[in-house]
């Protein structure tokens, strides 16, 4: 590295990513750079393969082809166990929550801390209950997962994936099914958590209102490629039709090949 | 290379392909779940070890399990007892009752009935719930937050199922004997003794240790298909995810530790026999 060129590396740098589900081609060669405290929104429709995306910054998928570093380290080729080591930098906060049903909201936030630290009781109590009272849900600490309403369940899982207070935090999906005014909270409680915590933060998300209010910068995915990294604002001003398309909430206007279409339809429909 | 439209993709396959891919998914299916009993084992047999959540577990497998086990060993043993009476008397040897009643308990029945209740019990619960936990991401967030799914969740199953079954086992036996008495000595008139007695004669350390290795391996075979088939919800072929996924696995499961039960009651029997 040259020096002076950059002063801190990218936490998260992907090379030409290629996946497939099968024989399915889903990400077609992914190029991305991430760097440090900056809120980062990929965004892109359904299907356009975002969620395989995150899985891959994840570690939960491998790749066909293509290098992912997180945090310096290429998380392909590392050992399960400095993975695990790279993951306790990480907090990841999913779509439904992912509580799990058998713990309490407070159990499931203080989980982290009891696997990973050797903190006391008390500690883990107070340290976890900070961060219930950051996502404004103290009062709610003994309910089951199963007790609390879509938009708790989703701040509960910020909690629980910021307790370990990561470096690096991942949020899927953060307003899908959630009502604008709990929307608008999410996202100001993603804003702070960057200014008071210096986290870098990776959004996925196909919310335009959402990624254009709390993104530093925005890459666009579109059938499997990036068609776009940039600031809000140059994704605003983007000509790409995909994009335009998506901005201006415009359907896409694929060209129907009469021949195909009559295929389709006739096809005997056997699975 | 096949594009993203399904139509390009999927010519009707033929029955060699068909042969071929089902093939294929089954050798794959075998060895995911031996991956998956090998890494538990692991799991098992290194620290750090926690009692904690094992107990949890056998409380679940176990001890909640308790009455179904002694009403279904009370009405095993009453019916056993009532078979063996009907036919022995024919042959004037009703005395050989406690023995009967003893062996076929003691060796096939008590094991092979105790798993396949346990099964239909606590093996459809656990596959359901380590299904759900996979389909709504739970598994993931445990993998995100460094806590291996296979330690944290699987193990306990393992281990409390290698634990509750050898003592469910020995309640079922225990009850089916006292229920095989109410009905051969205080029904029929079977001489106490004589069927305590025979039972103490005829049944020796063998038969109570095939008893004991056949529960061992029914609680290690439950836990693993049932745990498996859930933990392996997203790797199914057809609409993996959901409450259909879950339900499918859930069912499949019981089938196939029902069939893993019988049939590896089968070589125990005659490996020990």
């Given at each position: 590295m040259?020096?002076?060129?950059?002063?801190?590396p990218p936490v998260i740098e992907v090379e030409s990513l290629v996946t497939h589900y099968g024989h399915r081609n889903i990400l077609g060669g992914v190029d991305l750079t991430i760097e440090r405290g900056e809120i980062f929104v990929i965004m892109g429709g359904s299907g356009s393969g975002k969620s395989t995306l995150l899985r891959h910054l994840l570690g939960l998928r491998r790749p066909t082809s293509g290098r992912i570093r997180v945090l310096g380290q290429d998380i392909n080729d590392i050992s399960k166990k400095e993975l695990y080591r790279l993951r306790r930098n990480i907090g990841v906060a999913f779509q439904g929550g992912a509580l799990f049903g058998s713990l309490s909201l407070i159990e499931n936030v203080e989980l982290p801390l009891r696997e990973h630290t050797k903190l006391d009781d008390s500690t883990i109590g107070i340290m976890s209950r900070m961060k219930l009272e950051m996502m404004n849900l103290s009062g709610y600490e003994d309910l089951m997962p199963s007790e609390l309403s879509g938009g708790m369940l989703k701040r509960a899982g910020l909690a629980r994936a910021v307790v370990m207070d990561p470096k690096l935090l991942f949020f899927d999906e953060p307003s899908a099914g959630l009502d604008p005014v709990t929307s608008a909270e999410l996202d100001q409680h993603i804003l702070r958590l960057r200014d008071a915590l210096h986290m870098t933060i990776v959004v996925v998300t196909h919310e335009l209102e959402s990624a254009f209010k709390i993104a530093d910068r925005i890459a666009v995915l579109g059938d499997g490629t990036v068609a776009l990294t940039g600031t809000v604002q140059e994704v605003r001003e983007s000509d790409d039709p995909r994009i335009r398309n998506m901005v201006n909430r415009k359907p896409r206007d694929e060209p129907i090949d009469s021949e195909a279409y009559l295929q389709r339809l006739t096809r005997s429909s056997r699975r | 290379?096949?594009?993203?439209?399904?139509?390009?993709?999927?010519?009707?396959?033929?029955?060699?392909?068909?042969?071929?891919?089902?093939?294929?998914?089954?050798?794959?299916?075998?060895?995911?779940?031996?991956?998956?009993?090998?890494?538990?084992?692991?799991?098992?047999?290194?620290?750090?070890?926690?009692?904690?959540?094992?107990?949890?577990?056998?409380?679940?497998?176990?001890?909640?399990?308790?009455?179904?086990?002694?009403?279904?060993?009370?009405?095993?043993?009453?019916?056993?007892?009532?078979?063996?009476?009907?036919?022995?008397?024919?042959?004037?040897?009703?005395?050989?009752?406690?023995?009967?009643?003893?062996?076929?308990?003691?060796?096939?029945?008590?094991?092979?009935?105790?798993?396949?209740?346990?099964?239909?019990?606590?093996?459809?619960?656990?596959?359901?719930?380590?299904?759900?936990?996979?389909?709504?991401?739970?598994?993931?967030?445990?993998?995100?937050?460094?806590?291996?799914?296979?330690?944290?969740?699987?193990?306990?199953?393992?281990?409390?199922?290698?634990?509750?079954?050898?003592?469910?086992?020995?309640?079922?036996?225990?009850?089916?004997?006292?229920?095989?008495?109410?009905?051969?000595?205080?029904?029929?008139?079977?001489?106490?003794?004589?069927?305590?007695?025979?039972?103490?004669?005829?049944?020796?350390?063998?038969?109570?240790?095939?008893?004991i290795v056949k529960s061992l391996a029914f609680g290690l075979i439950i836990v693993w298909i049932s745990a498996g088939r859930g933990f392996f919800l997203h790797r199914e072929r057809v609409g993996a995810f959901g409450a259909e996924g879950v339900s499918r696995v859930t069912t499949n499961a019981v089938v196939l530790s029902s069939i893993a039960v019988l049939f590896t009651d089968y070589l125990i029997s005659s490996v020990m026999l």
């Open positions: 040259v020096i002076g060129e950059k002063a801190a | 290379m096949p594009e993203s439209r399904p139509t390009e993709s999927i010519a009707a396959p033929g029955l060699i392909e068909r042969l071929g891919a089902n093939f294929l998914y089954f050798v794959e299916q075998c060895g995911m779940m031996g991956a998956f009993l090998l890494e538990t084992l692991s799991k098992i047999l290194t620290p750090p070890f926690r009692l904690r959540p094992v107990l949890k577990q056998v409380h679940f497998i176990g001890a909640r399990s308790w009455l179904v086990i002694v009403v279904s060993g009370t009405f095993v043993g009453m019916v056993v007892a009532l078979q063996f009476y009907d036919t022995l008397v024919r042959f004037g040897s009703v005395s050989l009752l406690g023995s009967a009643v003893g062996l076929s308990l003691i060796r096939e029945l008590g094991p092979v009935l105790t798993a396949l209740m346990i099964i239909g019990r606590a093996g459809s619960a656990i596959c359901a719930e380590v299904g759900i936990m996979r389909s709504e991401n739970q598994i993931d967030a445990l993998e995100c937050m460094s806590i291996d799914p296979y330690r944290y969740l699987i193990a306990p199953k393992l281990l409390a199922g290698i634990v509750s079954l050898p003592l469910l086992t020995a309640i079922f036996d225990c009850v089916g004997i006292v229920g095989g008495y109410f009905v051969g000595v205080v029904l029929f008139g079977v001489g106490s003794g004589a069927y305590f007695e025979g039972m103490a004669e005829s049944v020796v350390w063998n038969d109570v240790a095939m008893g």
